[in-house]
């Protein structure tokens, strides 16, 4: 540093500063694969935040049930002042009356003070209760429906990033392919109006070409549109808020996706309703009833404890003479309670009668999803199967539609062919272009639904 030039330094420090300030107002960009995207969803959803704290509440409630048979201790304090001091009422007669006190004749004695304070020390402890196990098997099963709700989100959040990532780049390629289009028509176009300038043409040539431009144009507009709407669905499923722009990494693959058709169509035929998260969030739920049902039971059934106190009673007239030590005598105790329903107005029974109708509902639910599950199946595959057919004809349309316009392209330089073969030919490709897109777009939607029907999404969600 002591060799240095601070005034040649000075220059080079304020072009630093300046290219750092203007960077300042230009954003920046990321760069997400799908898998990214995923990950980037599952720490800045904050849905996915909440359903986390749900779990940890639930896995603090097993806790607490835990701690049912650990031992209670607390220290309990009362200090009374009487304005009124306590009267003990005798009659002649008794063991505490005085012998002047006539037979039958009441005699009320002051035993009271004006200040007392009842100090104590208790402790309890459960020794048994019925509905314990059931109360912490129920705890449990809550914890691991949370977690499977957890999942569940997860599948769902899962579903829709693949839903708008692979829309986006499916759109990507039908923009590249609309604007060598539209290249392609404006260059004829151009050469229809030279030819009608020059006499060799006619106006509706010109027109007919500009129509198939604008449709193309439109086209075009309409897909970057579809695009920007697709990405910004899939950043509200990521909860991306950042400034910097979001650019979807990957090629979009035509083989793969045929190619996995056949294959998850198999998939779906071989598939069964465990695969499903919704199948084991009711199966919880199922086992949740059925516990509930035996603590409701339980309530009819004895509950053993034990408890233990050591406290004092001191008491004075005089505040400051409260703390002397002879007002100061112990007293404790160490028991055991048992408690024994004996008549409860028949609410247990009908307790229990209605944790049993809540568990038939739950096993009625797991058998519609059953049904459910076999109709999703079967919708889906058909789904795919005829998004793979008419995908197969389109493909094959487009790819004759594209031969012809190169042989015609040829055969109008040849002066084989005129115009309006040539505008025949664009709208022709135009169209089954547009189909091509949209029927692919149709197969990937499908087979994503179809991943989502057999449970492809679960090891991602952690399943």
Same mark, same amino acid.
């Given at each position: 540093m002591k060799n240095c030039n601070l005034k040649l330094c000075k220059p080079g420090l304020l072009l630093l500063f300046f290219a750092m300030f203007e960077s300042t107002g230009v954003k920046g960009q990321k760069t997400f694969s799908i898998t990214e995207c995923v990950h980037y969803a599952f720490q800045h959803n904050p849905l996915i935040n909440v359903a986390i704290t749900d779990t940890s509440i639930a896995a603090v409630g097993v806790q607490r049930v835990k701690g049912l048979y650990l031992p209670r201790a607390n220290f309990a304090s009362a200090f009374q002042?009487?304005?009124?001091?306590?009267? #003990? #009422?005798?009659?002649?007669? &008794?063991?505490?009356?005085?012998?002047? #006190?006539?037979?039958?004749?009441?005699?009320?004695?002051?035993?009271?003070? %004006?200040?007392?304070?009842?100090? &104590?020390?208790?402790?309890?402890?459960?020794?048994?209760?019925?509905?314990?196990?059931? &109360?912490? %098997?129920?705890?449990?099963?809550s914890q691991q429906l949370h977690v499977q709700q957890l999942s569940s989100f997860k599948i769902d959040l899962i579903e829709g990033i693949y839903r708008a990532f692979n829309t986006c780049k499916l759109l990507?390629?039908?923009?590249?392919? #609309?604007?060598?289009?539209?290249?392609?028509?404006?260059?004829?176009?151009?050469?229809?109006?030279?030819?009608?300038?020059?006499?060799?043409?006619?106006?509706?040539?010109v027109n007919r070409v500009e129509v198939t431009s604008n449709r193309m144009k439109s086209e075009l507009a309409d897909v970057r549109n579809g695009y920007?709407?697709?990405?910004?669905?899939?950043?509200?499923?990521?909860?991306?808020?950042?400034?910097?722009?979001?650019?979807?990494?990957?090629?979009?693959?035509?083989?793969?996706?045929?190619?996995?058709?056949?294959i998850l169509m198999q998939a779906l035929l071989q598939s069964n309703p465990s695969q499903r998260?919704?199948?084991?969030?009711?199966?919880?739920?199922?086992?949740?009833?059925?516990?509930?049902?035996?603590?409701?039971?339980?309530?009819?059934?004895?509950?053993?404890?034990?408890?233990?106190?050591l406290g004092f009673t001191p008491a004075a007239n005089t505040l400051g003479k409260i703390f002397e030590d002879e007002?100061?005598?112990?007293?404790?105790?160490?028991?055991?309670?048992?408690?024994?329903?004996?008549?409860?107005?028949?609410?247990?029974?009908?307790?229990?009668?209605?944790?049993?109708?809540?568990? &038939?509902?739950?096993?009625?639910?797991?058998?519609?999803?059953?049904?459910?599950?076999?109709?999703?199946?079967?919708?889906?595959?058909?789904?795919?199967?005829?998004?793979?057919?008419?995908?197969?004809?389109?493909?094959a349309n487009l790819k004759i539609s594209n031969n012809n316009v190169e042989l015609l392209h040829e055969a109008f330089i040849n002066g084989v062919a005129d115009n309006q073969d040539l505008i025949l030919g664009e709208n022709d490709l135009y169209e089954n272009q547009a189909r091509y897109f949209s029927q692919l777009l149709e197969l990937v939607l499908s087979e994503i639904e179809g991943q989502r029907v057999i449970g492809a999404f679960n090891r991602q969600a952690g399943l």
């Open positions: 002042y009487y304005f009124t001091k306590r009267n #003990l #009422l005798i009659e002649g007669g &008794s063991e505490l009356a005085p012998p002047s #006190l006539a037979d039958g004749d009441p005699l009320a004695i002051k035993t009271g003070y %004006n200040n007392s304070w009842y100090p &104590s020390f208790n402790v309890n402890q459960l020794i048994f209760d019925p509905a314990y196990r059931n &109360s912490y %098997n129920v705890a449990l099963q990507e390629v039908q923009v590249t392919f #609309l604007g060598e289009n539209i290249k392609r028509i404006d260059t004829l176009l151009d050469l229809t109006r030279i030819k009608f300038a020059e006499g060799a043409g006619v106006k509706i040539e920007n709407a697709a990405l910004l669905a899939l950043q509200f499923q990521m909860n991306y808020l950042e400034q910097d722009s979001l650019i979807l990494a990957g090629d979009f693959n035509v083989s793969e996706v045929t190619d996995s058709a056949g998260v919704e199948s084991r969030l009711l199966q919880t739920q199922i086992a949740m009833a059925d516990q509930s049902i035996k603590i409701e039971q339980a309530r009819s059934k004895p509950i053993v404890g034990a408890d233990a106190s007002r100061w005598k112990p007293y404790s105790y160490i028991g055991v309670n048992v408690g024994i329903p004996i008549f409860n107005g028949l609410d247990v029974k009908r307790a229990v009668q209605q944790k049993k109708l809540q568990a &038939s509902q739950s096993r009625d639910y797991l058998d519609q999803f059953a049904n459910q599950f076999e109709n999703e199946k079967r919708t889906t595959y058909t789904q795919i199967k005829n998004s793979f057919e008419r995908f197969r004809y389109a493909d």
